[in-house]
């Protein structure tokens, strides 16, 4: 390295050569020359990488140092990553590799890159593998970690097992906040949490779960319900549960918004209520004479819309706050059309609080999803007439449009997305569930691109809900031996609770799952047999 200093200019001429494997027929080699002519050296200056020795970046006081560190198996042409910026509602590429599709890495090379990343963003890493096997199996020691600021965020070695065909890391960068492991969305839960460890066997409940996690009963089919005070409710509590709400109140407490998919006007919509300190209070009845009211949603006023699955089937709004002035006065929504239809599930963005976007799933061999833009906000913005209707259609491996024809829209879910039930929006993704085909798409709102992947789990895939920081996905599970599953933002699958194999569940349904306004508290139950559980963590902490 050579400098050559003023008052205003310090220059780099950096030289080096890549190290190449004895097998790699073509050797590489590269110069850089890079002047920075700006004045003094920048902090955020661009990363100069030789494979052996680096040049240190310094960050400003706003940025963060981000380093990756990755080792390839022998099949090193397989890898490729790269590193995005969440800014006005879109993802942006500010970092990947290899830098040249022409020259990908080599057989188990060794890598490292850095990039100053400024605060006040979101980032996704993502890794993924041609063949489909991550840093597998006979073929070398594949690796990777990275760090911000110097502390490590994520090391695939003690993760203790590789990915597949990709694996993503979301995390996000607060002005203010110190770097720590457990500032990002990748870390790992405290030692005496640990899903998938299904090491506590509550014989009572009939379920095995993970460790950490503790578990009560909340209600029972048939029963009254106990209140904390010591008196029982007037109503008993109803069955064939399934899609759940929890919706907060003004005095702190909530409410657990519970279907009811009895078919022939026999269903409905119930809620049991919390105090502030999450100690059962009361239990009413919220709607009654639906039929097969399965899945519902939250809209941004905070009212609960249950809709129902059958043909011709509607969507109903009703306010849960027994201080509202809508209380106990369920209207019929525009949402399910003038024909009605068989729907499932709620999700609404309100990016545009006059003009709210809702999804809503449709539970059948061509059950289309729709989008509903609504026309205001507030309890009668869905008694109105919307400012348009669309349907989701996939249009290849990558791309999705919303298409004005119903006809097309019920071709695409014939062909990609059968039997659509939950569905969830956080951050510009979409999250629906098909069930039929058991996948998870995950539809970005703003590129109009789409992922999807199979779940992770034995049976069909259900209802969804989102933990409190975007880390982990929970699904319900209908049929097999069900339970309660959680997808990391790197796409590994593990088990919260499931029944005990042989056990009374067996071919049940989980169903109702939902967070409580902390993320503390995760309720969750089993249709047939009529129960209601709460989960909570032994360490207090929230579920992510």
């Known amino acids: 390295i050579m400098m050559k200093r003023s008052t205003t200019t310090l220059k780099f001429t950096v030289y080096f050569w890549l190290l190449v494997d004895s097998t790699t027929a073509k050797q590489r080699s590269s110069k850089i020359h890079e002047e920075l002519d700006n004045g003094p050296l920048r902090k955020n200056a661009n990363t100069i990488i030789d494979h052996r020795h680096r040049f240190q970046l310094s960050c400003a006081d706003n940025e963060h140092l981000f380093e990756l560190k990755l080792t390839t198996d022998i099949y090193g042409f397989e890898t490729s990553w ?52 991550g840093f597998c199996c006979d073929f070398g020691e594949g690796k990777y970690s990275f760090s911000l600021d110097g502390v490590e965020q994520y090391n695939s070695e003690e993760k203790g097992k590789t990915f597949t065909d990709s694996e993503k890391h979301v995390f996000e ?25 299904l090491n506590i066997r509550n014989d009572q409940l009939g379920i095995d779960i993970s460790s950490g996690l503790s578990a009560r009963l909340l209600a029972s089919t048939g029963k009254f319900v106990d209140f904390v005070e010591g008196s029982i409710s007037n109503l008993a509590f109803h069955d064939a549960l399934d899609a759940a709400q929890v919706v907060p109140l003004p005095d702190g407490g909530w409410a657990y918004v519970s279907n009811s998919e009895r078919s022939s006007g026999r269903g409905g919509v119930y809620a049991l209520y919390f105090d502030s300190d999450g100690n059962v209070v009361d239990y009413k009845a919220l709607l009654t004479g639906l039929s097969r009211a399965c899945g519902n949603g939250v809209t941004p006023w905070n009212t609960v819309v249950s809709c129902e699955e059958i043909s011709g089937g509607q969507c109903y709004q009703m306010d849960p706050d027994p201080s509202g002035e809508n209380h106990l006065k369920p209207v019929m929504t525009k949402l399910g059309g003038p024909d009605g239809g068989s729907w499932e599930s709620v999700a609404v963005e309100n ?7 809702f999804f809503i799933t449709e539970d059948n061999s061509q059950g289309v999803l729709k989008r509903f833009k609504a026309n205001g906000n507030g309890w009668d913005s869905l008694q109105s007439d919307p400012i348009q209707v669309t349907y989701l259609r996939i249009m290849d491996g990558t791309t999705f449009e919303w298409t004005g024809s119903e006809e097309a829209g019920r071709e695409s879910a014939r062909r990609y997305f059968a039997g659509a039930e939950g ?3 956080r951050d510009g993704t979409l999250y629906f569930i098909a069930k039929v085909s058991q996948l998870l798409y995950s539809l970005d709102l703003d590129s109009m691109t789409y992922e999807v992947e199979r779940t992770g789990f034995p049976a069909q895939p259900d209802q969804i809900a989102l933990g409190k920081y975007g880390r982990y996905i929970y ?6 031996t069900p339970g309660v599953y959680a997808r990391d933002v790197d796409g590994s699958y593990e088990t919260v609770f499931s029944a005990i194999r042989g056990g009374c569940y067996d071919g049940d349904e989980t169903v109702g799952i939902a967070l409580s306004p902390d993320s503390k508290r995760l309720y969750a139950g089993y249709q047939d047999a009529g129960i209601l559980m709460e989960f909570t963590r032994d360490d207090g902490l929230a579920f992510e």
């Not at 100053?116 to 489909?132: A, Q, V």
């Not at 960068?173 to 460890?197: C, E, H, K, M």
């Not at 699904?475 to 097999?480: I, L, T, V």
Request: hydrophobic share 25%; with cysteine.
């Open 82 to 133: 790269s590193l995005e910026q969440r800014s006005n509602g879109k993802w942006t590429e500010i970092l990947f590799g290899p830098k040249d599709v022409n020259a990908p890495y080599g057989k188990s090379e060794s890598v490292k890159e850095m990039k100053c990343l400024p605060d006040g963003h979101k980032y996704r890493f993502t890794i993924k593998d041609r063949f489909s096997d």
């Open 173 to 197: 960068l607060d002005q203010t906040a110190d770097i720590s492991p457990a500032s990002t969305d990748v870390d790992r839960a405290p030692s005496n949490y640990r899903f998938g460890d």
């Open 351 to 357: 990016s545009n609080p006059n003009r709210p976007v």
């Open 423 to 425: 569905i969830s929006y």
């Open 475 to 480: 699904f319900c599970e209908d049929g097999g």
